[in-house]
C-alpha cells in the first residue's frame, strides 16, 4: 500500500520566490530606492603578455548598491581558486571597499606566484554576486612571452 501523499499548498511557484524574496529584501534595505544589480566595471590586466615564471596580479573591479550582501570573487574553471590551486600558487586578495555614491565600489586581485603554461588553459572568471544578480568577466590570455634566455653560450 502506498504512503498517502502530503497535501499540496497552494501559492506561487518556487521559481518565483526567490526573485519576489530579493526585491523585498532590497527594498526593505534601502527604502524605495530603485537598485541595479551588481556590475563589474574592469578586469585589469598587464598591459604585455605575462612571461612564463613571472609572478602576475589580475584585478577586478565592481560597484554594488548592497554592499553588505555583496560577495566578489574569483573562480577556475567552474571551481573556487583555492579548491583549484591548494598549494597558493594562484590566489585572491582581500575584497577592498570603497564608498562610491549610494553604493560601494569593490576590488578583487588574483595573484600568480609563477605564472605558468598551465594558467593559459584555466579559465579564471571574475564574479560579483548579490540578491539582486550575478555578473561574470573572463580572464583571457594571450599566449605569453618566452622567458628570458640565460646567457652563457659559447659567446
Known amino acids: 500500500m502506498a504512503a498517502p501523499r502530503p497535501a499540496r499548498i497552494p501559492g506561487p511557484p518556487a521559481r518565483l520566490l526567490l526573485p519576489l524574496l530579493s526585491w523585498a529584501l532590497a527594498s526593505r534595505c534601502t527604502g524605495a530606492m530603485p537598485l541595479q544589480p551588481p556590475t563589474i566595471t574592469i578586469l585589469r590586466m598587464p598591459a604585455e603578455p605575462p612571461r612564463l615564471g613571472e609572478s602576475v596580479t589580475v584585478s577586478c573591479e565592481a560597484v554594488s548598491g548592497l554592499p553588505e550582501l555583496t560577495l566578489l570573487y574569483w573562480l577556475g574553471n567552474g571551481s573556487f ?75
Open 81 to 155: 581558486v583555492e579548491k583549484l590551486h591548494p598549494d597558493g600558487a594562484v590566489r585572491e586578495g582581500t575584497v577592498l571597499e570603497e564608498p562610491q555614491g549610494s553604493g560601494v565600489a569593490l576590488r578583487r586581485d588574483l595573484h600568480f606566484g609563477s605564472f605558468g603554461a598551465r594558467h593559459l588553459h584555466t579559465n579564471f572568471t571574475c564574479v560579483v554576486l548579490s540578491p539582486l544578480g550575478v555578473d561574470t568577466r573572463e580572464v583571457r590570455w594571450l599566449h605569453p612571452a618566452p622567458a628570458p634566455a640565460e646567457s652563457g653560450g659559447l659567446g
